[in-house]
């Protein structure tokens, strides 16, 4: 997984590396494993949020898998490439991130996962 991080170009691997530290600080309980290319964080056996630099895009794009049920109360997330229920926060910059903000995100995507039957609904 390290690898991952460190191939990737600056300012990419600063955020990453910064992001990856906030929720592995933030929940200890989160799984992180390499899947579809990219990291993903999961609860349980279930995908919270995975990180990602999407092609032509030159922003880090911090994924929750269930961001549509979030998007209300976190008006950060963003419906990006129209997709149907994954929200997500862009980074360009490590000052980009709301750190306390980030953290209840955070909290409230893990509640909402535990209490779901599965991550992909839609």
């Known amino acids: 997984m390290d690898n991952y991080f460190f191939n ?9 590396l910064y992001v990856r530290s906030v929720i592995l600080n933030t929940l ?5 494993r390499y899947s579809y290319k ?4 999961n609860i ?11 092609k ?11 961001g549509i049920l979030l998007e209300k109360d976190f008006p950060i997330l963003k419906d990006d490439n129209k997709r149907k229920q994954v929200r997500s926060i862009q980074l360009r910059s490590i000052e980009d991130l709301d750190h306390e903000l980030f953290q209840e995100l955070l909290i409230a995507a893990t509640e909402r996962i535990r209490n779901s039957k599965k991550a992909w609904f839609i």
């Open 8 to 16: 990737q170009k600056e300012p990419y691997q600063s955020i990453m």
């Open 28 to 32: 200890p309980d989160v799984v992180e």
């Open 38 to 41: 990219i990291p993903f964080y």
């Open 44 to 54: 349980g056996k279930k995908p919270m949020l995975y990180l990602n630099i999407l």
């Open 56 to 66: 032509g895009r030159d922003y880090v794009d911090v994924a929750f898998v269930q």
